[in-house]
């Protein structure tokens, strides 16, 4: 599977490991009922971890596993099934700091909202270019939402133009 | 002597500026319901849907699908009110849609 | 009134040109309708009955006389001379091309207006009392906090996909008249003892197909709490409201169906475990927005005309339009003028373009340059000198804008049913057309008193029937129109759904059916009793008696 992710289309270096036997290499996704049924063994296997985790599930029932997870995979079954904006926020709440990303049916309109709920890989077909997603990246440059990352939103930085202002003479 | 066949014709909007059209003999859009083609039987109707499903594919309608309709002293119409009044414009305003040009065969949307 | 700044005109001219790529996309092929709908919905253009509609925000119904030009302009520029004021104070576009669309936007933006988020399944555009800023027994402005959750609201990334639309409204004034009982959610300024001002939260109302009043989640949230407040709420629907039954999706169903207590569990939860982002709004910016909403520069005038009484006791159409049309206002002198769009035999909400700009006119000459729309479909002047109030009419008049039934039985709310709309049943303004022509008697419209009249083309309920002191549903019937009657409902702060009544009627019968329900009431009431008081003494079986075993 290709992904969009760091603004490039690159490849996955990720394993789906489903119900096979787990290997000792690499880097592993597994399901989330797999993760709880074989914790103790996966976290002592010398690989990264990542984890698909469904809509219907809690956030917080990954709370104790955030640490060991380098990935989590989010879907989007439909284009607007809009669960897993509400679950990636919730992730990033509770101190997730890895890898977040998002499969399923993806269009590059809906990237930013990704982007601004804390998503930073993107599963993508053949069907949109790399320099589809880079202007979906950057096409809307502003939110009122406070966004996930460094970037302001339009409510601080309304103010800090004010501010910057303020220190000139006054225009009117 | 009034001559009276039921049959179904394809409608569907124009993606470009969303004007209703109907599918024609020669397998073209038309903006009057006079020209559609009033299809009687089943399989004849299933292959007007097929039809309906390509031009859709083909992005130059979109929304296509099969309506009741009759053939009245040769004029075509829908049989249901909706139809109706989509094939002729809103019943409160009849001087805006098709009903202007005097299409539809000369019927009331309502009658 | 509220103006953009250069982060709201950039966020608007972006979404402009987004649009006009999609659009671009979707004509060349590179989209699926699939896939082009909800974009195209989330900029409120449907594929309606005849041709796309266009539904342009209004938001929480506030209008420069400027913008209500520009309103008309594009009427004449993409559509056909005239528009359509919507029950939640939007206007609809009938006959909007795909293809230039993205230029009616653009024209939109302009004057600081947009169609982002007036459909699909997002947070809607929110609503208010049309008479907000004017409305003599209100608490506070409610404008700002509205706009306040516009801005929130906009292209909001996580609540975008939501299972089903999502409807907000708020009100500054203990009288409701933004409906706040009825929408997802409704929020109901309080001032503490300390004067201190805050919101109750409602949530879980709505109409539809299955009307409910909202509960009460929160008595009174600070108001600095609000956002992330709702944040909470909206969060708990995304996660949990349901998304394998559209007629099941709706916040309604998810409270109903976990129970009320369950419900504000979840939010409070929620709301508790808090945000690594904050989303509490500073003062700053709450201040910086109230202060667009800061009251015009009223004259101090005394609360009394001597020219005014003077017209009134020697025009009876004059004084019979300042009975129904005028209100009062919070500064003496003022007064609020309802310009009803419900002419004898009219179309409920349509106004031409020639009207909208004699409103805005109006508007500009006589009300500091601002106008309403109201959710019962008709336009507002909210700050008008009673000095004024002559001029004011003899304009309207001229312009077929002067029909004195504002809150009367002929003030029909309609939707545009099965003439325009794609889900209708049955068509909705004929009926209103041949009921405002049967009750068009003003002397004996102010002696029935307040009377709502809701009709709706279909279940949707964008009719507001289920709230009509009497209301009117179109079905089908085997390819037949048949029209429901209800009685009793009420979207005020007495908010209740009104109960059907009988079996349906054909679409020729239903205004002597009404006229029967009038007269009964008529009748039977006590000394200024109102129609809905009459109903709760006696009940609806004197109606039903009527109606159905005199015919």
């Excluded at chain 1, 119900?19 to 690499?26: E, I, R």
């Excluded at chain 3, 040109?17 to 082009?36: P, V």
């Excluded at chain 3, 108001?223 to 909470?232: F, I, N, R, T, W």
Aim: charged content about 25%.
């Amino acid at each position: 599977m290709k992904l969009f992710k760091d603004n490039q289309i690159s490849q996955d270096t990720w394993t789906e490991i489903g119900d096979d036997p787990l290997p000792a290499v690499g880097d592993l996704l597994v399901s989330y009922s797999r993760l709880s049924a074989e914790h103790a063994t996966l976290t002592q296997l010398p690989v990264r971890l990542g984890v698909i985790f469904d809509n219907a599930e809690r956030a917080e029932v990954l709370k104790d596993h955030l640490q060991s997870l380098s990935l989590i995979v989010l879907a989007f079954p439909s284009f607007g099934d809009g669960r897993a904006y509400s679950l990636a926020r919730q992730l990033r709440d509770l101190g997730y700091t890895g890898e977040l990303r998002a499969r399923g049916d993806v269009l590059p309109d809906q990237l930013q909202f990704m982007m601004q709920v804390g998503f930073d890989t993107f599963e993508v077909s053949d069907r949109f270019t790399e320099q589809d997603w880079r202007r979906a990246a950057e096409q809307i440059s502003l939110s009122y939402q406070p966004i996930t990352g460094n970037k302001q939103d339009i409510w601080q930085a309304r103010h800090a133009y004010a501010e910057a202002l303020r220190e000139q003479p006054h225009a009117g | 002597m009034t001559t009276k066949e039921l049959g179904k014709i394809l409608t569907a909007n124009r993606l470009s500026d969303g004007e209703v059209v109907f599918l024609t003999r020669s397998a073209a859009w038309s903006e009057r319901i006079d020209d559609a083609v009033l299809s009687i039987e089943p399989q004849s109707q299933a292959a007007l849907q097929e039809k309906g499903e390509l031009a859709e594919a083909g992005n130059l309608v979109t929304g296509a699908y099969l309506v009741e309709a009759e053939r009245v002293n040769g004029y075509v119409r829908a049989t249901h009110i909706r139809e109706r009044i989509r094939t002729l414009g809103p019943t409160v305003r009849i001087d805006l849609g098709k009903q202007v040009e005097g299409t539809g065969g000369a019927f009331a949307a309502r009658g | 009134m509220y103006r953009y700044d250069e982060f709201d005109q950039q966020f608007v001219d972006q979404r402009v040109t987004q649009f006009r790529e999609q659009a671009d996309r979707r004509l060349r092929g590179d989209l699926t309708e699939d896939e082009f709908k909800p974009l195209r919905l989330m900029n409120g253009l449907y594929l309606q009955l005849h041709a796309y509609m266009l539904r342009v925000a209004i938001p929480y119904g506030t209008l420069s006389s400027r913008q209500l030009d520009r309103l008309a302009e594009i009427s004449e520029k993409y559509d056909r001379n005239y528009g359509h004021f919507t029950t939640r104070q939007n206007i609809q576009y009938n006959w909007i091309k795909l293809e230039e669309t993205a230029d009616l936007l653009a024209d939109l933006a302009d004057v600081e207006m947009h169609a982002i988020q007036t459909s699909g399944n997002c947070i809607r555009n929110v609503t208010t009392d049309h008479w907000a800023g004017a409305a003599a027994d209100e608490l506070a402005d409610p404008r700002p906090v509205a706009e306040l959750i516009r801005q929130w609201s906009s292209l909001h990334p996580e609540f975008s996909f939501l299972p089903r639309k999502f409807k907000i409204a708020v009100t500054g004034a203990p009288a409701d008249r933004a409906a706040v009982k009825v929408h997802d959610i409704g929020l109901r300024m309080h001032l503490s003892e300390s004067g201190e001002r805050g919101w109750e939260v409602i949530a879980g109302g709505g109409q539809g197909r299955t009307p409910m009043i909202g509960v009460t989640v929160r008595e009174f949230l600070p108001e600095k709490e609000l956002l992330p407040y709702l944040e909470a709420i909206m969060r708990v629907y995304n996660l949990h409201g349901r998304r394998d039954n559209k007629y099941k999706a709706r916040i309604k169903i998810l409270v109903h169906e976990i129970g009320a207590d369950t419900f504000r569990d979840e939010v409070e939860a929620e709301y508790a475990r808090g945000s690594e982002i904050d989303i509490a709004v500073s003062q700053r910016e709450l201040d910086r927005i109230a202060a667009y909403f800061a009251p015009p520069q009223f004259e101090e005038l005394p609360n009394w005309s001597p020219r005014n009484e003077e017209h009134k006791a020697t025009n009876k159409e004059f004084a019979k339009w300042v009975r129904s049309n005028v209100a009062p206002h919070k500064q003496d002198g003022y007064a609020i003028v309802n310009i009803s769009l419900k002419p004898e035999g009219g179309i409920p909400g349509d106004a031409t373009a020639d009207q909208m700009r004699t409103v805005a006119d109006l508007g500009r000459r006589f009300s500091f340059d601002e106008i309403r729309v109201s959710h019962h479909q008709n336009l507002v002047l909210p700050h008008v000198r009673q000095e004024d109030l002559f001029d004011v009419w003899q304009i309207l008049s001229a312009a077929d804008l002067a029909t004195a039934n504002v809150g009367l039985a002929s003030d029909i709310i309609a939707c545009p049913g099965l003439d325009y709309c794609a889900l209708a049943t049955a068509r909705s303004i004929p009926v209103a057309q041949s009921l405002s022509r049967r009750l068009a008697d003003v002397e004996r419209q102010q002696d029935i008193g307040p009377l709502r009249i809701n009709i709706s083309g279909c279940i949707n309920a964008c009719g507001h029937h289920h709230v009509g002191h009497i209301g009117i549903l179109g079905l089908d019937k085997k390819g037949e129109e048949f029209y429901q009657i209800t009685l009793g409902g009420s979207s005020s702060e007495d908010a209740s759904i009104g109960k059907i009544l009988g079996p349906g009627f054909a679409g020729e019968d239903v205004p002597d059916a009404i006229e029967t329900i009038i007269n009964t009431y008529v009748g039977l009431r006590q000394p200024d009793e109102t129609f809905l008081s009459t109903l709760k003494r006696i009940g609806a079986q004197p109606f039903k008696e009527a109606l159905y075993e005199t015919v």
